[in-house]
Nanobody, 121 residues
Framework: QVQLVESGGGLVQAGGSLRLSCTAS????????MGWYRQTPGNQRELVAI???????NYVDAAKDRFTISRDNAKNTVYLQMNSLKPEDSAVYYC???????????????WGQGTQVTVSS
């Protein structure tokens, strides 16, 4: 199996910064895309940023110029540096990875357990 463990959430004042981390472990052959999503109560989970194994990145408009996604492929880890945080960034942030497991050829999507980010005004 594959596990994703997130860390780095917490409470921060508006204008502050947080750095989220997510490490994948288990029977991993290869990781394709890794990304961050967020969800608020009553709403669907939405994409925040995604990074391919080759280093390409893509962001939702609300995250551009404030958030930076990066990967350490040797550590199977993805990061999300969040700067200039706003109260509307408050959400549970989930890590997602598209993983090819050992002994398999097709990938499957795995999710972390989520980490709470709260931005106070």
């Amino acid at each position: 199996q594959v596990q994703l463990v997130e860390s780095g959430g917490g409470l921060v004042q508006a204008g502050g910064s947080l750095r989220l981390s997510c490490t994948a472990s288990g029977s991993i052959r290869r990781i394709n895309d890794m990304g961050w999503y967020r969800q608020t109560p009553g709403n669907q989970r939405e994409l925040v940023a995604i990074a391919t194994s080759g280093g390409n990145t893509n962001y939702v408009d609300a995250a551009k110029d404030r958030f930076t996604i990066s990967r350490d492929n040797a550590k199977n880890t993805v990061y999300l540096q969040m700067n200039s945080l706003k109260p509307e960034d408050s959400a549970v942030y989930y890590c997602q990875a598209d993983v090819v497991r050992l002994g398999y050829f097709r990938s499957s999507v795995y999710w972390g357990q989520g980490t709470q980010v709260t931005v106070s005004s």
